[in-house]
């Protein structure tokens, strides 16, 4: 059963058009498109209908690819967008991938076209799936902020005169007469309290109010995030509200996390990756190597075994990453099979002895799981460095070069024995 894909197709040419819609026919689409050749045309066309992914021509007499990269990110659409040209240069290729382009073809060459529509198809809802969830947890934060707060006034001593059920059961207690007539104190570590005495009450003092945060203590002795406001109360005393906040600050370490990390395989992800590229060039980490790896085999796994069993695959190769290099090297899924990592520090010798274990770390991997019916795990793998003052992107082309160029081989050297590799394809630095 063909797959119903809704493309828009940026090009001034019916019959190159014509070409794509049949390409994607014989990979198994079912394409509603519509073909336009200016800005206009394309607002229009985003205005009046849903669209799955974009395929726009680089060079247009009135209109071109970058252009309609420009006019996506206006309208903030997260939408697949992959240029084609009757001829691209590495440069021009460069730029349009920066420019937010997904993937690049050059027409008439079509291979690869298939694959990466599928990839970026199931990249999109990946991120509109984390995009959900992500506002399911802000909607949990707004509840929280939304609760009952705890609340009570202390006298000039210290002590509580008043407590409501809330602040109670916040510190672990059931009711809120077993708090009055104590310090305040009590609720929180010598530490703590040492804090209030030093830094905060003066500050109220001056003030008449502080709000912050603190780590409270419950009656069991279990410490916990907590917001305070405090207040001068006239005449004498402190009126203390309270509101324990561990959900939220596990909330927002939880979308800290998502917005670095990969969902599959737990590793850093690209955007992650991309800011430390920028990062360590300006720092003095030199030498710097780039190990590039790609896993061989996937796209067999996939259509003969499964997404299911691709996936499984993919959280190996990720597990074994991480087996072998360093705490402090920065290891993510940059692509649906594709993985590099940065390793600060090292040279030559050092990461020499990284790619050994890995290969080791590789082989006893398929030597456990050789009675099961798991596929083999193998990795085509390029490396470059950089010392200091070299481009951090140039260094990542060549170790990207390099694995193409391992996996290659791989593919010449291919048997029967496992899944077929695939076709390389190119990775976009």
């Not at 907590?226 to 203390?240: K, N, T």
């Not at 398929?366 to 950089?386: K, M, Q």
Request: some cysteine; aromatic content about 6%; glycine content about 8%.
């Amino acid at each position: 059963m063909s797959i119903p894909l809704r493309v828009l197709i940026v090009e001034d040419s019916p019959d190159d058009a014509e070409l794509l819609l049949r390409e994607l026919r014989h990979g198994g689409f079912d394409p509603t498109f519509q073909r336009v050749d200016t800005a206009e045309g394309m607002m229009s066309a985003l205005e009046d209908l849903t669209w799955d992914i974009v395929i726009a021509d680089y060079v247009m007499p009135y209109f071109n690819g970058m252009a309609a990269l420009n006019l996506l990110q206006e309208k903030g659409l997260d939408l697949p967008c992959i240029i084609v040209s009757g001829k691209i240069g590495e440069e021009a290729a460069v730029e349009a991938m920066r420019g937010g382009a997904h993937d690049y073809f050059v027409k008439g060459q079509l291979a690869r076209l298939i694959p990466a529509i599928k990839r970026e198809l199931v990249e999109a809802m990946i991120r509109q799936e984390r995009k959900r969830d992500e506002e399911i947890l802000r909607q949990q934060l707004a509840a929280m902020e939304s609760s009952l707060d705890g609340m009570a006034t202390i006298n000039r001593s210290g002590e509580f005169i008043y407590l409501n059920h809330a602040h109670a059961e916040i510190h672990g207690y059931d009711t809120p007469e077993e708090l009055i007539g104590k310090t305040w104190k009590v609720l929180y570590e010598e530490r703590e309290v040492r804090r209030f005495e030093n830094e905060i009450l003066p500050i109220l003092c001056l003030n008449g109010k502080w709000r912050g945060e603190a780590t409270g203590k419950k009656r069991n002795g279990t410490p916990f995030p907590e917001e305070i406001s405090l207040a001068l109360i006239e005449g004498g005393g402190i009126a203390y509200i309270v509101r324990d906040i561990s959900e939220r600050k596990e909330a927002e370490e939880k979308l800290r996390y998502m917005s670095t990390h990969d969902a599959l395989t737990g590793l850093y992800n690209r955007a992650y990756f991309d800011e430390e590229l920028a990062r360590l060039e300006k720092g003095r980490q030199f030498p710097i190597s780039i190990v590039m790896s790609d896993v061989d085999g996937l796209k067999a796994v996939n259509d003969k075994m499964g997404h299911a069993h691709g996936d499984a695959l993919l959280k190996q190769a990720a597990k074994a990453l991480k087996e072998v290099f360093r705490a402090e090297d920065v290891v993510a899924r940059i692509g649906g099979d594709e993985f590099a990592a940065l390793l600060p520090s090292t040279d030559a010798a050092a990461v020499k002895e990284i790619i050994n274990r890995l290969k080791n770390s590789l082989a006893h991997h398929n030597e456990a799981s050789s009675a099961s019916s798991a596929p083999p795990l193998s990795l085509s793998v390029g490396v470059a460095i950089a010392e200091n003052g070299e481009k951090l992107i140039d260094t990542w082309r060549l170790a990207d070069a390099r694995m193409y160029l391992d996996k290659r081989s791989r593919t010449s050297r291919s048997t029967t024995k496992g899944p077929q590799a695939e076709p390389p394809r190119k990775t976009k630095p």
